[in-house]
């Protein structure tokens, strides 16, 4: 079936249907990892986006149940150059084609990715369109400049959980490596002598964040994006961790009210992402929306304290403004490609974040210390 993507500033490219029929808008984005298609579709920050992926082929490895990040894609849409129509891996329960067509997700192939990232990487980000069938081109680009732009969009409403729920615990290595046998360990000793309880505010919360919670040996229970911080505070967490998510941080007043709230309790607060924008709002700070922002696997990053590097997985189209922040409150790390702020930390309280996924999944592993970090200020507080 004949596919079109149509951007707002006129220009557009001619494919093939590669998932379900229909039109689909969103912002256009690109992301440069190689593999973890599968938990780009289902990460909830990637809702409201058309995700271009610039690996050439996409898909050859299928789809399995253990690789989603959430309950179902999020994604607006779907771009690749070569969708594979097979297979291959042992774990598979379909090909990507079949998962896209089941959850109803427009995907379009057989176009120039490359062009279209250059587009991206020169305009910036813009609305689009993909329409599959006999549509006219023209007409999808004035459908693309009416989709609500990014900024001051609120999308955490759209993805955040309905009702509090808790996370299973991972108590033993052997429970571990089973369920992640080709990801993390679980690390050698505990840093209590009990479960840790961690609070958690769903921003469009990835499962990997809650699997390492686990694996450290945390209990994990998590609470909708507007639970008022006096009901979150009431369970007496250890610590209280602020999500990833999808939009703009500047209108999550509820969210930033919140994470003040739990500050001023001395609670200690880890943030992922957009918690990383939702904290450095709390301090003071202010942010701004990237040009093209940083999607990928390999984005190298600089911890100012030590001069180490780590090589990350990032998704985001906002940053912090580091001439914003308080003298109270620090950068870091750094992003080595353009200098973003990609951390922060509080000089008096034991409050911390970072822009990038030490999670990963998908991604390199580097930054999996940060867990510990967290675990090491909830034990500091509970003596």
């Known amino acids: 079936m004949n596919a079109v993507i149509a951007l707002e500033n006129g220009i557009w490219y001619q494919g093939t249907a590669a998932g379900a029929a229909g039109v689909v808008a969103g912002e256009v984005v690109f992301n440069t990892s190689m593999t973890g298609y599968q938990e780009i579709l289902t990460d909830p920050s990637y809702a409201g986006q058309i995700v271009t992926m610039t690996c050439p082929q996409i898909g050859n490895y299928g789809v399995a ?3 989603t990040e959430s309950g179902r894609p999020q994604v607006a849409g779907f771009i690749v150059r070569e969708a594979s129509p097979i297979a291959s891996n042992w774990r598979a329960t379909g090909t990507l084609r079949d998962y896209l067509v ?3 997700i427009v995907a379009i192939a057989g176009i120039d ?4 990232t250059r587009v991206l990487r020169n305009a910036g980000v813009m609305r689009g369109v993909i329409a599959t069938g006999a549509v006219e081109p023209e007409e999808l680009v004035s459908q693309a400049l009416s989709v609500k732009p990014m900024e001051g969009s609120d999308l955490v409403s759209t993805v955040t959980c309905a009702e509090p729920f ?3 615990v991972i108590s033993d290595k052997g ?3 089973a369920l992640e046998p080709d990801a993390f360990r679980l690390p050698p000793e505990r840093h209590s002598d009990r479960l840790l309880r961690v609070a958690a505010y769903d921003l469009g919360l990835k499962r990997n964040i809650l699997r390492r919670f686990s694996a450290y040996g945390c209990q994990v229970r998590v609470f909708p994006a507007t639970t008022p911080a006096k009901d979150l505070l009431a369970t007496k967490p250890d610590g209280v961790f602020l999500s990833n998510g999808p939009g703009d941080p500047a209108p999550l007043d509820y969210a930033v009210a919140n994470t003040r709230e739990v500050l001023q ?3 200690p607060v880890f943030g992922i992402c957009l918690g990383h924008q939702v904290l450095a709002r709390a ?3 202010t942010t701004y929306k990237l040009k093209f922002g940083h999607r ?5 990053v600089k911890q100012l304290s030590t001069g180490q590097v780590e090589i990350t997985s990032q998704n985001h189209g906002f940053a912090v403004d580091p001439e914003s922040l308080p003298d109270d409150v620090e950068v870091t790390h750094l992003n080595l490609y353009d200098g973003t702020v990609e951390g922060l930390r509080h000089k008096q309280q034991a409050a911390f974040s970072v822009q990038y996924h030490p999670e990963a999944s998908p991604g390199p592993h580097d930054a999996d210390y940060l867990f510990s970090k967290f675990l090491e200020e909830m034990v500091r507080r509970s003596r």
Do not use: Y
């Open 113 to 116: 990715t490359r062009a279209l």
């Open 283 to 285: 301090f003071g700070g």
């Open 265 to 267: 309790a001395g609670v």
């Open 65 to 67: 149940a253990e690789d």
């Open 296 to 300: 990928g696997a390999n984005h190298p």
């Open 102 to 104: 089941e959850h109803g």
């Open 175 to 177: 429970a571990c490596e």
């Open 166 to 168: 808790d996370w299973p």
